[in-house]
């Protein structure tokens, strides 16, 4: 059994661990997590963020792998395996690709723009420039459509060479290099963000807490970005998890992944606000923070666009590891569901993904007069993926695990048939039960009536 395991999936739990935290770790961290905090005032909404991620986020995420590695399949065959009867388990298969396929769309789309700006500030044509025109820039850039098409064909391409190599050819060996790399460049950053002149006022925001700024909004905010943040709700953790060894930890390897997720979102924190503040611009610009606001912050610093080509390197290499999560989603479903061999399904699958991905990509575009109920189609599939699809998705995980799959099952697997001692088993299996599906159901009924 072991061996046959070993051979499907990742040869080692650090393997597995960074390979699931690369998925995790992504735009999300480093593009959205600090815009989401600026927007809602700082401190406050992160410690609301660390306990939503711990509390909800890890058991929701063990859940998601429970169910990977048990059945040992696709996202599809995981449920036809554990539920063999109800076909109608068959569905949260079904959402998992549809969801894995739109955000993969979209988010190859920003993913794409990362490339853009490696190449603007290399070449030095950041350099100089008024914020007036660093915006123009922007605008001219993501107004098109051929470059930014290229860019995202690029990504694309890039995302499904890696996947052709195989599981610990391709996933594990380039996660292993990408994520220590990563790691190295988000520290740098934060070195030189903390040593400018004005840095305090970053850090004050950042970690002096201001609770009068917390309302109904800022906690759905820091739901939903923790659900986003840790790919829960799309069959990217059940399908990592179906790579995981049969002797490896599944509580401790969750632990390790919610904790490096968050560790690296906060480090995004430190090295863009007390850049932010020292040079007097606004934390809440919102989603056009770091492409917008920080190549003035560049500017503005000695030897300001080496670190802009680093920051913009970090970003890509952050995006290609999620990419590369939400590609195998649909390839292993191919390749198991379909017989596809796995070049096939990588090669397909990307340019069914690109299909799509061309309708976002100029809904920015020549297409932004295009809207469905009162969105472009970036935002709809945004939307669509965000509000309604992982938040049903993870709610349907939940609810498998916490009233669907008997309680033996889910501890056996928790214990690796009771080798492990499982002790918080009570008190994650009541999570799962009433807390998880409630605070799910709750963000849902939230998102749907706003
Ligand atoms: N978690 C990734 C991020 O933070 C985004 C993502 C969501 C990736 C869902 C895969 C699946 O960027």
Request: hydrophobic share 55%; glycine share 10%.
């Amino acid at each position: 059994m072991e061996s046959t395991n070993n051979n499907r999936g990742f040869s080692s739990n650090l393997g597995a661990i960074l390979a699931a935290t690369g998925g995790a770790i992504g735009l999300g961290n480093i593009w959205r997590f600090p815009y989401t905090v600026g927007v809602n005032g700082g401190g406050a909404f992160i410690i609301m963020y660390i306990i939503f991620v711990f509390l909800l986020g890890v058991p929701i995420l063990m859940s998601e792998i429970v169910i990977g590695r048990r059945s040992q399949q696709n996202v599809m065959g995981a449920f036809k395996v554990l539920a063999p009867k109800h076909k109608a388990w068959l569905g949260v298969g079904v959402l998992s690709i549809v969801a894995a396929l739109v955000i993969y769309a979209f988010y190859s789309v920003v993913a794409g723009w990362t490339l853009n700006y490696i190449v603007l500030s290399g070449s030095g044509q950041l350099s100089g420039k008024s914020p007036a025109e660093i915006s123009q820039m922007f605008a001219d850039f993501t107004h098109g459509s051929f470059w930014p098409l290229i860019y995202q064909f690029i990504f694309l391409g890039l995302t499904a060479s890696i996947i052709i190599l195989g599981v610990q050819k391709g996933i594990e060996k380039y996660t292993k290099i990408l994520m220590p790399i990563l790691l190295v460049l988000m520290i740098m950053m934060c070195i030189r963000s903390l040593t400018l002149d004005g840095a305090r006022q970053g850090i004050d925001f950042l970690f002096k807490p201001d609770f009068s700024k917390i309302n109904g909004n800022s906690v759905l905010d820091a739901l939903g970005q923790a659900l986003f943040s840790l790919s829960i709700g799309m069959g990217a953790v059940c399908t990592y998890g179906s790579y995981i060894r049969k002797q490896d930890n599944l509580f401790t390897t969750s632990l390790w992944i919610a904790g490096a997720d968050t560790f690296i979102a906060i480090l995004a924190g430190v090295a863009i606000f007390p850049a932010v503040f020292a040079f007097g611009l606004s934390p809440a610009a919102g989603p056009s923070l770091v492409y917008e606001v920080l190549p003035n912050v560049f500017n503005s610093m000695p030897g300001g666009m080496a670190f802009a080509v680093g920051f913009f390197m970090l970003l890509s290499i952050a995006a290609l590891t999620s990419t590369i999560s939400l590609l195998e989603v649909l390839v292993l479903w191919a390749v198991e569901e379909l017989h596809w061999s796995r070049r096939k399904s990588a090669i397909i699958l990307s340019l069914a993904v690109f299909t799509i991905g061309v309708f976002c990509t100029l809904s920015f575009g020549p297409l932004s007069h295009v809207t469905i109920f009162g969105l472009t189609i970036f935002d709809l599939c945004d939307k669509l993926t965000a509000t309604y699809m992982m938040p049903i998705d993870a709610l349907l995980f939940t609810l498998f695990i916490g009233w669907y799959l008997p309680k033996v099952d889910v501890y056996d697997e928790l214990s690796n048939s009771g080798q492990l001692k499982a002790r918080y088993f009570k008190v994650y299996y009541f999570i799962v039960r009433y807390i998880a599906p409630l605070a799910l159901l709750n963000i849902l009924i939230a998102g749907i009536i706003s």
